[in-house]
């Protein structure tokens, strides 16, 4: 195996294929049966080296819980999708859970299209003022803050290695806490949250830490951060929509100190340095970054990782480096934000575009969900779906004499034993035995209900049933077919193209499952009345 980690990628090498298919004991580890063999492999590959534990994920008390890489809390109950949580589960040693499927999505453009008005308010939306513009079809005004803004933002200090940009951001610290200014320091991740506290025990400097281990005590941790003499070491408080209030005498002293400790997008970085000077408070913003950070070292190109190994090798031979002032530098990094921002916005261009995929087909099937709700007959429809199940079955079940038929009806029929007539001698014949002997089962089933309207809500029950339980199928679906898309770019044929024409054969095959469904839900449920006069309908 090779792995790039820069990149975040890896693969297999010709040995890695090999040990892979005499452990498994396969001929071909890329053939058709041992696609999840191998799905099972890259999942693990995944697991051990792209998701890190304190950056992507946490382990509390024995579960995986997935970190919110923009606000710093936990995303209770939220799963990776396709069974990777499952291999980090595995990776940590902790007991497995069921993967989940995805039963509903929306994204949020296409949920702000349903509604007549669409507005917004936010302190950094000038940021990406176009795409608003673009995607929503909304203008960003600026609006004039109730008082000046008289914060000051410093320029970024630039250092070489996270140590030297670790060590100079804590001496800023011991200097501004030793004014008595209230001090926030931002880490990037849970981890180097612990980091800088230990080197702050170390210096001395009692703290709180706001990160996902102590989101509980949030709104203690925050109403103390303004107070004199306090410093707060938190992992982002982009998004927590929580103002920061000063303590008496703290605007003398020039307010509360931000600190952030990592390169981020400009708008998150806007949103951290809006912690501190609200309301016309007096307070200050100063930015602590490496070429070592996330940020950097996962989008740079390849003349800039040169650039940072040369410098490394310069520093190893006794040169004094730790701050780089050079200008081309600080643009080279000023336009590595610009293009992560662009290639973000693609991103999101492209998630509407999918988009489209599952919201042509979630209209019509939620048009057609409403309709059976609403409808007060559902005979038709039941008798439709007997034809064409009937249709459907013969096709896929290859039914070509007696034997395939007795197996069917007890299959998808009834569980009772049954005897064939011996006149039974064509397809023809067996479609219409087919059609008595349901007969058969309904009346027997409409002997348990009481009137017309409880055997329309039984027939309601089982196509509603049947229905949602295929578009949980059918969501999951489409949601595989997007990572599958990735890898149809070298195709020669337009991605997009090739994405609808096979969300469209899968849309007519959800249909077909539907009617299946239902063919079985109606002829295999067990129903009875309960004390209350309710029907209670009981799937196999």
């Known amino acids: 195996m090779k792995f790039r980690k820069d990149d975040g990628v890896f693969w297999l090498t010709a040995h890695g294929i090999e040990k892979a298919e005499r452990f498994f004991k396969l001929k071909d580890l890329f053939d058709e049966q041992s696609r999840a063999v191998y799905r099972h492999i890259v999942l693990a590959m995944t697991a051990h080296l792209i998701m890190r534990k304190g950056h992507d994920y946490l382990v509390v008390k024995g579960k995986v819980i997935l970190l919110d890489e923009d606000s710093g809390r936990l995303k209770r109950g939220v799963q990776v999708s396709t069974g990777l949580h499952q291999a980090i589960e595995a990776k940590e040693k902790v007991e497995l859970t069921n993967i989940q499927k995805t039963a509903a999505s929306i994204t949020f453009p296409a949920l702000f299209s349903l509604f007549n008005k669409v507005s917004g308010m936010s302190g950094t939306a000038k940021v990406n003022e176009e795409e608003f513009l673009d995607i929503y079809n909304l203008k960003v005004t600026r609006i004039p803050t109730n008082r000046p803004v008289i914060r000051k933002d410093k320029k970024p200090v630039l250092f070489l290695t996270t140590r030297d940009k670790l060590m100079a951001a804590i001496d800023y610290v011991v200097k501004l806490h030793q004014t008595g200014r209230p001090v926030l320091l931002v880490a990037g991740s849970v981890e180097n949250s612990e980091i800088i506290s230990e080197l702050l025990l170390n210096m001395g400097i009692p703290h709180n830490i706001l990160n996902a281990y102590s989101v509980a005590y949030e709104a203690q941790i925050v109403k103390r951060a303004g107070q004199k003499g306090e410093v707060t070491i ?65 989008n740079n190109t390849g003349r800039q990782k040169k650039y940072y190994r040369r410098l490394m090798r310069k520093k190893q031979n006794g040169k004094d480096l730790v701050t780089l002032k050079s200008p081309i530098t600080k643009f080279s990094l000023h336009m590595l934000r610009d293009r992560v921002a662009a290639m973000s916005a693609l991103q999101r261009t492209e998630t509407n575009k999918e988009e489209l995929i599952l919201s042509l087909q979630r209209k019509n099937y939620y048009d057609m969900r409403d309709r059976v709700m609403a409808k007060k007959d559902l005979q038709a429809d039941i008798d439709q779906a007997i034809d064409r199940g009937i249709e459907l079955y013969f096709k896929k079940e290859k039914i070509k004499n007696k034997n395939d038929l007795k197996y069917f009806i007890n299959e998808h029929v009834t569980y009772n034993k049954v005897i064939l007539p011996e006149d039974l001698e064509n397809i023809q014949d067996y479609k219409k035995y087919l059609h008595e002997i349901i007969n058969k089962v309904i009346n027997q089933k409409k002997k348990t209900l009481i009137n017309k309207e409880q055997l329309n809500n039984f027939y309601r029950q089982i196509m509603i049933a049947a229905m949602d339980g295929c578009w949980i199928d059918e969501v ?57 006069g309710q029907l209670v309908v009981v799937f196999n």
């Open 234 to 298: 938190a992992t982002n408080m982009a998004g927590r929509g929580t103002d920061i209030k000063l303590g008496k005498g703290v605007k003398e002293l020039g307010g509360l100190a931000v600190i952030g400790t990592e390169m981020l997008p400009k708008r998150v970085e806007l949103q951290l340095a809006g912690r501190a000077g609200r309301q016309g408070d007096p307070g200050s913003s100063q930015f602590f970054i490496s070429l070592e950070d996330d940020f950097v070292s996962s």
């Open 476 to 532: 999951d679906k489409i949601s595989k077919l997007k990572i599958e898309a990735h890898g149809w770019t070298n195709s020669g044929r337009p991605q997009d193209l090739l994405q609808h024409q096979a969300a469209f054969k899968m849309y007519l095959q959800f249909w077909d499952k539907i009617t299946l469904a239902i063919f079985d839900n109606l002829l295999l449920s067990q129903i009875n009345i309960n004390e209350k």
